[in-house]
């Protein structure tokens, strides 16, 4: 770590807090510091390069917004491991998270049968109030928290539990049950996250999310989910092909 900061320069205008967020996110981008590279701990790099704990407290804070670094409760300071670029083609996150060997891992907080509104009534082609499958996953990457996803399925699909929602993806599942998914309509957007969400995900409160509607049919035509899912903007990306025909 010592040889990032050796271009300080405490003449310059230029404040020390950005001289250093700077050198720091420059040794991320070049390799130096790698995924999952831990920092020392801010009183001992405020100590060893002679700056206050407020300025280095402040250099690290301008890493940790731009999610460069995260800060873990005993752990320490780490540099993140990339942000998850995903293609926008019909596939499922956790699919395209293993693909990435990014550890793809869940946490199931919402699996129940609720009565359909107006809007997913409308999405699934069933009456309104009809039961169906209410889903609310914690998609984490790399041990990181990436995607708040909630999904609504007919009441035929029911019967997937707990265990298999932890363990698998949704297409995965949907699949083994014979549901084969052929056509998706897909919205992406952005918000600012609520409470819950930041919480959830690990972020400032009001932090940006990217967000994604999907609405899927199988090879028959009928509408088999519908999903609502919020991205961490700092972590999430997605990339799209442009062909010229």
Not at 39 to 49: G, H, K, M, P, V
Not at 118 to 133: G, H, K, N, T, W
Not at 179 to 206: P, S
Not at 222 to 234: K, L, M, N, Q, T
């Amino acid at each position: 770590m010592t040889d990032l900061f050796m271009e300080l320069d405490r003449s310059s205008p230029v404040p020390l807090y950005f001289q250093v967020s700077q050198q720091i996110e420059q040794a991320i981008s070049s390799g130096r510091l790698g995924p999952g590279a831990r920092l020392d701990n801010e009183i001992s790099l405020a100590d060893r390069f002679g700056l206050s704990r407020p300025t280095m407290r402040r250099a690290i804070q301008e890493l940790v917004d731009k999610g460069l670094l995260v800060r873990k409760r005993g752990v320490g300071t780490q540099v993140v491991h990339g942000q998850v670029s995903r293609p926008v083609e019909l596939t499922s996150l956790y699919d395209d998270l293993a693909r990435a060997n990014q550890a793809p891992r869940t946490t199931l907080l919402v699996n129940e049968i609720v009565p359909a509104s107006e809007v997913v009534a409308d999405i699934l082609d069933v009456p309104v109030r009809s039961q169906v499958l209410r889903l609310r996953r914690l998609r984490f990457a790399n041990g990181e928290p990436l995607a708040i996803m909630e999904n609504y399925l007919p009441a035929d699909l029911s019967d997937i539990g707990r265990a298999d929602l932890e363990e698998r993806g949704l297409y995965q599942l949907m699949r083994a049950r014979g549901v084969h998914i052929r056509v998706a309509k897909q919205r992406i957007g952005a918000k600012a996250g609520t409470t819950e969400e930041c919480r959830l995900l690990g972020e400032r409160r009001g932090s940006p999310l990217l967000t994604m509607d999907r609405a899927t049919h199988d090879d028959r035509g009928r509408p088999v989910e519908w999903g609502h899912h919020a991205y961490r903007a700092s972590q999430y990306s997605f990339e799209v092909t442009l062909v010229d025909h």
